[in-house]
């Protein structure tokens, strides 16, 4: 198996539980999307008793620790999900989400609000 | 010249490891992952465990730890550093990090301690990084991201907590020992 470590995949919209939740928050005043859910420490060790947001790495949009070096946070906005010029361009084949680093082919997306639910 | 088959296997073992860490040792930013590997290759209280798999990851995840001790004290130093234009400050913050990263050999090192060790000491100390330089303002609202034309039934954003290691990240072994196994 070659999976991502905490990369975002489509997934079943019955559920809006806490791993599908995101809360358009600030970070030191710039915009990020903080994301809900909890982290275990055996899968993401960064990740676990710290604030993560949706963030660039370089190559995927995933979740990754509030402020950390080299990550770019993704802002929703205007249906889209960016991170400066790059943007999130749909699923790959295995419900991956995957991005488009010229920004030439953006998926669109809508957001519903639902109650947060705990970590 | 081993005499005793245990011994000549002990012997086989302990190169095929020590080959390993120095592969990773090459690769390592700092000394403390060559510490924890010598500490794996002298132990001779479980001199032949079920599986070396289980050394090969425990080897990886002291990697990753001490890749993340690197990373915050990095971070930490620039974040003193920077707003006092002070050498002093960044000096100091290096000196805790070392003191971190010498703390989390230690416990890792110790016999049948290294999974909770190399797991519990990098989570608090990017915990300390981050709760001292990022300020996260919360928002009003909560959201859950559906993608137009998403996968059939199942657009809704979700991020996983599983997973496993992308095979690029592991070192080949070198060809003498493909053939020994515990």
């Known amino acids: 198996m070659l999976t991502k470590l905490g990369e975002i995949v489509d997934a079943a919209c019955v559920d809006t539980s806490a791993d599908r939740q995101i809360t358009p928050s600030t970070l030191n005043g710039a915009s990020v999307l903080l994301v809900q859910r909890s982290f275990d420490a055996s899968f993401r060790p960064d990740l676990v008793g710290v604030d993560a947001i949706v963030g660039f790495n370089g190559t995927d949009f995933k979740a990754e620790p509030a402020g950390a070096a080299g990550i770019i946070p993704v802002t929703f906005s205007g249906g889209e999900l960016k991170a400066g010029t790059v943007c999130a361009s749909g699923h790959d084949g295995a419900a991956q989400l995957t991005v488009d680093l010229m920004g030439k082919t953006c998926a669109q ?11 | 010249m081993p005499t005793d088959f245990n011994e000549l296997r002990l012997i086989l073992r302990n190169s095929y490891i020590s080959c390993f860490c120095s592969r990773l040792f090459l690769q390592a930013p ?18 032949f465990p079920t599986c070396l798999q289980s050394s090969v990851k425990n080897c990886f995840e002291m990697w990753s730890f001490t890749f993340l001790v690197v990373v915050a004290c990095a971070l930490t130093a620039e974040v003193f ?77 979700t991020f996983r907590n599983n ?20």
Request: charged share 5%; aromatic share 10%.
């Open chain 2, 81 to 157: 550093a920077i707003p006092k234009g002070s050498h002093h400050n960044a000096a100091g913050a290096t000196g805790a990090c070392a003191v971190a990263a010498g703390a989390g050999t230690v416990a890792a090192s110790s016999s049948g301690a290294t999974a909770v060790a190399s797991t519990t000491s990098p989570v608090s100390l990017a915990t300390s990084v981050a709760a001292a330089s990022e300020a996260v303002t919360r928002g009003s609202t909560t959201e859950v991201l559906f993608e137009i034309h998403g996968v059939q039934n199942n657009e809704c954003l």
């Open chain 1, 109 to 119: 997306y809508t957001s519903t609000v639902v109650t947060a639910t705990a970590p």
């Open chain 2, 30 to 47: 700092v000394g403390t992952f060559a510490l924890y590997c010598f500490n794996l290759v002298f132990d001779y209280h479980n001199p």
């Open chain 2, 163 to 182: 997973g496993t290691y992308p095979i690029s990240f592991l070192p080949s072994f070198p060809t003498p020992y493909h053939t020994f196994s515990c």
